[in-house]
């Protein structure tokens, strides 16, 4: 509001119950917010205290691993990938694979397994194996 040149200020009153409605809100995303704190925080324990488990078994996957062992781990604390090679058995070698990731960084739902077998030197052109070896719930 105007007064010719001067700006002057006029408090009106409020509503006691939008008041009363206001801090309620405020109040109650400020709960949520500390609700999602404590969350974040108890996930990144269990997460830590999941990885130290995972990794405690690596030299018991090492050792059944006949034929080649590899161990990852992921840019920005992701987590760990665990392969292990066995040998043939039947003409066949199983590979375990083995993953320990953090939720946040890599969902369940984002994390997928692309695998096939390298045919020739183009390192971006991978074969799927037949589907008679597919293991069960692969496409």
Known sequence: VK???RDFALELPEDPELVAARGKAEASQ??????????????ILSFKDNLAKFRSGREARKKA??????SFELSEEAGDIDLACSGPDGGAFRVDVRACLDPKAAPATSAWLHWGALMDSRRKEWT??????LPARTR
Do not use: M
Not at 30 to 43: F, G, N, S, V
Not at 65 to 70: G, I, T
Not at 128 to 133: A, D, F, H, I
């Open 3 to 5: 007064d010719g040149a």
């Open 30 to 43: 400020k709960a949520a917010l500390e609700a999602a704190r404590a969350q974040a925080k108890a996930d």
């Open 65 to 70: 691993a006949s034929v080649k062992y590899f």
């Open 128 to 133: 799927c194996p037949p589907e008679e070896v």
